[in-house]
């Protein structure tokens, strides 16, 4: 039996708007950097960790890798999935492994990422020249005003790196500098602050705009009916989750075959108090993105501004996590624990739970507890006589 799943109307909206991520904001930007910091925030190209960074520091592997990814994104218009997996000893960054994974990055070699180190602005090029090839773009060679004969220090480009900054040099991605009646040089291994890796990222952006292809929605996709509504019986939820007869994943590879990259938009909290707009990411079950979006532009939109510092979905271990259809929120202080013969908590993950004193600690009966109860989540705060998970919201309530 097929189930009527009609979507509420505006949903379809809603999602279009979604599909823009909103992002933070560095700190101390320079003026003549303003509209182009703008500019790659507004495209989305502003990862979270950069978030109140300085704008004047100078970016590191790890900060870039963030950038690459969201440019992938836009060029090629996929959604990008970070697996569990972990290539580095040094590193666990999400954006690290997604790049690592999509090609635009190496490591040094023995397990090592390096992730703190100042990127190179030839390095850069490579990883912003390996985006094209990751995204099947061709780079025409063109003539343009930029040529690459010059600069005097090309020769001090390495082997590796020639392609791709002649490649950014055609294209004005990267152009030369200069001091105060000094001769235009390229520095291949000079570096980039966070301000410029973001201009830089956007002018690729712009350059291969034309290469952008809209990602085509697969016949299966739930969601491609413009009256489908929530699903309420378990039974429906199970539908559009897994199809009609479809089961549980029952392997990691299957599970990751099955979850996509999101954007969502938070509140983050600032050390004098304020709250600024960010930009979370999330791993999710492809079929309930639509829902999570709606859920958190939900959260965002309310009343509270509730800062968001820590949030999980995917994670290939037991319970929900491993389906895609589980949200942990500000974990340490939203804790998991065991109730206690006297009625007492002991905390088995996070430190505590102390709504109305801590502004990371959700309330029951608040925007994130009524965004995700309103679209058919149960909260763990309440949800089991066994123990209490303030951090966790799920899908089918296990």
């Not at 705009?209 to 039974?235: F, G, I, K, N």
């Not at 600032?270 to 958190?296: H, M």
């Not at 820590?310 to 804790?335: F, K, L, P």
């Amino acid at each position: 039996m097929t189930h009527p799943f009609f979507r509420r109307a505006g949903t379809l909206a809603l999602l279009a708007a979604l599909l823009t991520p909103q992002a933070g904001a560095l700190s101390g930007v320079s003026a003549w950097a303003q509209e182009g910091v703008a500019a790659a925030q507004e495209a989305g190209l502003m990862p979270s960790t950069l978030e109140t960074r300085s704008a004047t520091g100078a970016i590191t592997r790890a900060e870039f890798c963030g950038i690459a990814v969201n440019a992938y994104k836009a060029v090629s218009g996929k959604a990008v999935f970070a697996s569990g997996k972990k290539p580095f000893r040094d590193c666990d960054d999400p954006n690290v492994v997604a790049a690592y994974e999509l090609g635009l990055v190496n490591g040094r070699g023995d397990g090592i990422f390096d992730p703190d180190a100042e990127i190179e602005r030839q390095d850069l090029c490579v990883m912003l020249y390996n985006i094209l090839d990751a995204a099947g773009i061709d780079a025409p060679v063109i003539a343009g005003d930029a040529c690459i004969e010059d600069y005097p220090d090309v020769p001090e480009i390495k082997s590796y790196a020639v392609d791709a900054m002649i490649t950014m040099v055609d294209h004005t991605v990267v152009n030369g500098i200069s001091a105060a009646g000094e001769t235009t040089i390229l520095a291949p291994s000079g570096t980039a602050t966070r301000e410029q890796a973001l201009i830089m990222a956007t002018r690729f952006c712009s350059a291969f705009e034309d290469a952008v292809t809209e990602p085509s929605v697969t016949p299966e996709d739930p969601w491609d009916d413009p009256d489908m509504t929530l699903p309420q019986t378990e039974e429906e939820k199970m539908e559009l989750v897994y199809g009609v007869g479809g089961e549980k994943y029952q392997t990691a590879e299957e599970a990751e075959a099955n979850m996509v990259e999101i954007s969502v938009p938070v509140w983050r909290l600032q050390e004098d108090g304020t709250k600024t707009s960010g930009t979370a990411y999330l791993q999710v079950n492809r079929n309930l993105a639509p829902i999570y979006e709606a859920v958190f532009e939900e959260i965002y939109n309310g009343d509270e501004q509730f800062p968001i510092k820590d949030v999980g979905c995917y994670s290939w271990r037991t319970g929900e996590h491993s389906q895609g259809t589980a949200v942990d929120i500000n974990w340490n202080e939203n804790m998991e624990a065991t109730i206690n013969e006297d009625g007492s908590l002991t905390p088995t993950t996070g430190s505590y739970w102390l709504p109305g004193e801590d502004p990371y600690s959700i309330p029951e009966g608040g925007d994130v507890y009524n965004a995700f109860i309103n679209h058919g989540f149960l909260w763990g705060g309440n949800a089991w006589r066994s123990k209490r998970d303030y951090m966790h919201f799920s899908y089918f309530g296990t």
